[in-house]
């Protein structure tokens, strides 16, 4: 999928003051977007191994859940509707438990959807699909369909697409290799699907973009952790003066209109996409949901502008 302005859908304020500390970044296109990871450290050497291990990671991952790479495992999956692969169905699964407790907000079986409405279409050449032709597709989107038993993988007439979840987890398992690599404290942006390693005094500032203005609707702190956003305004097109993005409700085939941007507060980066996706879908009452859900944090933000957040989210402080 492409992603409009994507790598803009949060705006990071970060420093850090420290004695005999080093520090590297890097910004590299991968997963169809850019990310971009920063690490600190004493020992320079180690911190150019870690940077590097840190991208192969990214770039495995993204061979492993592309559906535009032939030989990954999800095109395989998709092909022969079925795979024996336990990092995948670990995957799958997680996947498929945002669904069941969003209600199917969230749904990685959307792919023929975001294909009929032009999100796959390298060329450009977007247009509002008729209510026949979502209708007839709608059918082939059913997360209930994909089961995961041990390291089994099972579709039943719907095609799997992890683009909601897939750059989540490869900002996990990144840092997965940092933290195995020693490194302590770093911050990885994958397209806005952001990951804070080891703790900072107040904490970490992630700026949070206004879905309709150049600039933030303010800034927010966090300990550590993980935070996405999902907004109407990182890829859609226009037709005669309406906005048709990629963040589609599954339950319509359509668009989701009860919102325009949705942040999610989590303990990783994969919760924090796939429920970034579903709280947009779901709206306000989305808010509801997450309120009774542990180690979860979310706001909206409705089409009027104003805000509904959970009772935990950080308060929003303007960026001064």
Same mark, same amino acid.
Do not use: C, M
């Given at each position: 999928m492409r992603y409009t302005n994507l790598c803009m859908a949060l705006f990071l304020a970060v420093s850090w003051l420290g004695c005999n500390v080093n520090t590297i970044e890097e910004t590299r296109f991968q997963m169809n977007t850019y990310v971009r990871i920063k690490i600190w450290g004493t020992s320079q050497e180690n911190l150019n191994q870690a940077l590097d291990a840190a991208f192969r990671e990214v770039e495995r991952v993204e061979a492993l859940t592309s559906h535009f790479n032939e030989k990954s495992e999800v095109k395989v999956l998709n092909t022969q509707n079925r795979i024996v692969s336990s990092e995948l169905s670990l995957v799958v699964c997680d996947g498929l438990?945002? =669904?069941?407790? =969003?209600?199917?907000? *969230?749904?990685? +079986?959307v792919y023929p959807l975001l294909e009929l409405w032009g999100f796959y279409d390298t060329t450009g050449d977007q247009t509002?699909?008729? =209510?026949?032709?979502?209708?007839?597709?709608?059918?082939?989107?059913?997360?209930?369909? !994909?089961? !995961?038993? &041990?390291? +089994?993988?099972?579709?039943? &007439? !719907?095609?799997?697409?992890?683009? &909601?979840i897939a750059k989540g987890y490869a900002v996990d398992k990144a840092v997965e290799v940092l933290q195995n690599m020693g490194i302590k404290k770093a911050l990885i942006d994958a397209g806005g699907d952001i990951f804070c390693l080891g703790t900072r005094s107040p904490g970490w500032r992630i700026g949070i973009r206004h879905p309709r203005k150049q600039g933030l609707i303010g #800034?927010?702190? #966090?300990?550590? &952790?993980? #935070?996405? +956003?999902?907004?109407?305004?990182?890829? *859609?097109? #226009?037709?005669?003066? /309406?906005?048709? $993005? $990629?963040? /589609?409700d599954p =339950? +319509?085939?359509?668009?989701?209109?009860?919102?325009?941007?949705?942040? !999610? /507060?989590?303990?990783?980066?994969?919760?924090?996409?796939?429920?970034a996706t579903a709280l947009f879908v779901m709206g306000k009452a989305g808010i509801d949901t997450l309120n009774t859900l542990a180690e979860l944090e979310g706001l909206v933000i409705l089409a009027d502008g104003s805000m509904v957040m959970t009772d935990g989210f950080p308060r929003i402080r303007q960026n001064k």
């Open positions: 438990e945002v =669904s069941r407790l =969003s209600g199917g907000a *969230f749904d990685p +079986t509002v699909p008729a =209510s026949e032709e979502i209708d007839s597709v709608l059918e082939y989107v059913a997360w209930q369909k !994909v089961r !995961v038993k &041990g390291d +089994t993988v099972t579709t039943e &007439g !719907v095609k799997v697409d992890l683009s &909601g #800034i927010v702190k #966090i300990p550590r &952790g993980a #935070i996405a +956003t999902s907004g109407d305004y990182e890829n *859609f097109y #226009i037709e005669d003066g /309406i906005r048709y $993005h $990629h963040l /589609i =339950s +319509t085939g359509e668009p989701a209109r009860k919102a325009v941007s949705a942040t !999610v /507060i989590a303990q990783t980066a994969l919760q924090a996409d796939a429920w």
